[in-house]
């Protein structure tokens, strides 16, 4: 399967706990994206890259969060000392270049924080 | 920022019947694609609109992008429940690549 995979695919943590998560993109893919997704809610843009560099970050979004894509292919997502309220979907997409492009998602992984 | 609204929030059909959802941006966008998502996955790109007026068909889906580009919307002929999901339009929107709405709910009733 050449799809965009996630892992983990579930996490349940306790609050104040660090967490991180991994995309894997389609490789040919040089954009990725990260969305978090809440019940009844459309994807909530997060963050992307462009190959290594990271071009843009939501200004809701916590410093507590961070992204990484070191290499341009895989990148990660780590939430520090989280919160109940972080619980959600997290969705990773990838497409090549240009907002004219869709957007392929993966399965996504569903953190829980008790 | 940008705004994307989509309406209604759910509809509940019998199979055969019609479907629209309507998708609002505060500013004009430039393309403006739709997404599926069936309950438990993930959202699935369907189909992207870039130019003012455009309409496109796939099977017995009708995609339509308004004349002043800050609108869309979906139509589904005589709906099936494999039809059933959430539907979603998105566009660009500053310097976020896309910009999602809320969706729309689709329900089939056999």
């Known amino acids: 399967d050449t799809g965009v995979s996630q892992d983990p695919r579930h996490k349940i943590t306790k609050r104040g706990q660090n967490v991180t998560f991994r995309c894997d993109p389609i490789?040919?893919?040089?954009?990725l994206y990260w969305y978090r997704q809440t019940l009844g809610q459309g994807p909530e843009f997060l963050t992307y890259?462009?190959?290594?560099?990271?071009?843009?970050k939501s200004r809701l979004l916590s410093d507590r969060f961070s992204a990484e894509r070191p290499k341009g292919s895989f990148s990660t997502l780590e939430i520090q000392r989280t919160e109940q309220g972080d619980s959600a979907m997290y969705l990773c997409?990838?497409?090549?270049?240009?907002?004219?492009?869709?957007?392929?998602f993966g399965p996504g992984t569903r953190l829980t924080v008790t | 920022g940008q705004q994307v609204m989509q309406i209604p929030q759910y509809q509940h059909v019998q199979e055969g019947e019609d479907f629209t959802t309507y998708c609002n941006s505060s500013?004009?966008?430039?393309?403006i694609q739709w997404y599926k998502q069936r309950p438990g996955g993930h959202p699935v790109f369907l189909i992207q609109?870039?130019?003012?007026?455009e309409v496109k068909k796939q099977k017995r889906l009708t995609f339509q992008f308004g004349e002043a580009k800050k609108n869309s919307s979906l139509h589904i002929t005589a709906t099936q429940t494999t039809d059933v999901g959430t539907y979603f339009c998105?566009?660009?929107?500053?310097?976020?690549?896309?910009?999602f709405g809320k969706g729309t709910r689709l329900s089939v009733i056999a």
């Open positions: 997409a990838s497409s090549y270049s240009g907002s004219s492009y869709e957007q392929y």
């Open positions: 490789s040919e893919h040089n954009r």
């Open positions: 890259f462009q190959n290594e560099a990271q071009l843009e």
């Open positions: 500013t004009t966008l430039s393309n």
């Open positions: 609109l870039v130019k003012s007026g």
């Open positions: 998105a566009g660009p929107g500053g310097n976020t690549p896309l910009v």
